[in-house]
């Protein structure tokens, strides 16, 4: 079998399209405030990435650029701030933080209401719970897509490689949600292969160049691959062999060009939630 290849780009301009549509459509502008704190230079290439899809978007975007010496105290008043400028409907802060500061201390300092990232464990906790709010934009993405190739996951079996609070965990409960079975695979799973050999529906966000064989995939399966990694010649591949996989799957996302654009996308999809749920729409 030679897959059918899920275009990302494709998915997430068809979504920016569909969310600026709506908003403009409800007559509202949403606010997204991006932090961030340090010049990581990737990080400041999200970002940009992040404010200008918001823009074209039509919506209303603010980035707050902070010193890498910047203190937790102060970075929290930075958040408190925010939190109480009604003009703001979503804030995201970037991550990595730098070191000295606490992320989870970040974190839960956000308004939910305003967490666009979905992070925020009030956010977390309704997602595991089964009453998903305001979910993070990666995971979010690959619902999307595999509800653009039409993959069928009630009953299905799927397998998640990776157990992340960005990425793993909230993956495998939103496909709880849609009714999977879901198996939760990580660093100490034993007979990695074995279990991916098993998944209808394979999600790999792990973080490892190539990890996950084209032997591991069962034939016909759809395979999701969230990871991003640079190679010694500068090439950018997944987590994923995508050419042994792509034999044997049905469906497979590329890197990049897969998962990546949706989180954007996602991104402005929450960002337009928080804003109808600020105002008061159904
Ligand atoms: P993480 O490092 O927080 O988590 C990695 C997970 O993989 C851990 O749960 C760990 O148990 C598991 N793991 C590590 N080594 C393993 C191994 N050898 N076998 C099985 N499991 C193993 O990473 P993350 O934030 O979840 O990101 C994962 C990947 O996804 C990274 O490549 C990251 O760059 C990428 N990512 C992409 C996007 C996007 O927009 N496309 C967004 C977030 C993360």
Request: glycine share 10%; charged share 20%.
């Amino acid at each position: 079998m030679s897959a059918a290849v899920i275009d990302g780009r494709a998915a997430a301009a068809r979504l920016r399209a569909r969310v600026a549509a709506e908003a403009r459509g409800a007559g509202i502008v949403p606010g997204l405030t991006v932090v961030i704190v340090g010049d990581d230079p990737a990080s400041r290439v999200y970002v940009r990435n992040k404010t200008k899809a918001a823009a074209t978007a039509g919506f209303r975007e603010t980035t707050i650029a902070l010193p890498a010496e910047t203190s937790e105290p102060a970075l929290l008043q930075v958040i408190a701030r925010l939190n109480a400028d009604d003009a703001v409907d979503g804030i995201l802060v970037q991550l990595p933080l730098p070191k000295h500061i606490r992320t989870q201390a970040v974190i839960e300092a956000l308004d939910p209401a305003k967490d666009v990232d979905g992070l925020h464990p009030l956010n977390a906790g309704h997602l595991a719970g089964g009453h998903p709010r305001l979910v993070p934009c990666t995971p979010k993405g690959v619902m999307t897509l595999l509800a653009e190739a039409g993959v069928a996951l009630a009953g299905a079996r799927a397998v998640v490689l990776g157990r992340s609070t960005l990425v793993g965990r909230p993956v495998a409960a939103l496909l709880t949600g849609a009714d999977a079975t879901v198996t939760l695979a990580h660093s100490r799973t034993r007979d990695l292969a074995a279990e991916c050999r098993r998944a209808e529906v394979l999600v790999v966000a792990v973080g490892r160049a190539e990890l996950v064989r084209g032997d591991w995939i069962a034939e016909g399966a759809t395979v999701i691959d969230v990871g991003i990694n640079r190679r010694a010649d500068g090439r950018l591949v997944g987590d994923v062999a995508f050419a042994e996989a792509a034999e044997r799957a049905a469906w497979i996302t590329p890197v990049p060009g897969g998962v990546g654009p949706m989180t954007i996308a996602s991104l402005l999809e929450n960002t337009l939630i928080a804003a109808k749920a600020r105002r008061g729409f159904a």
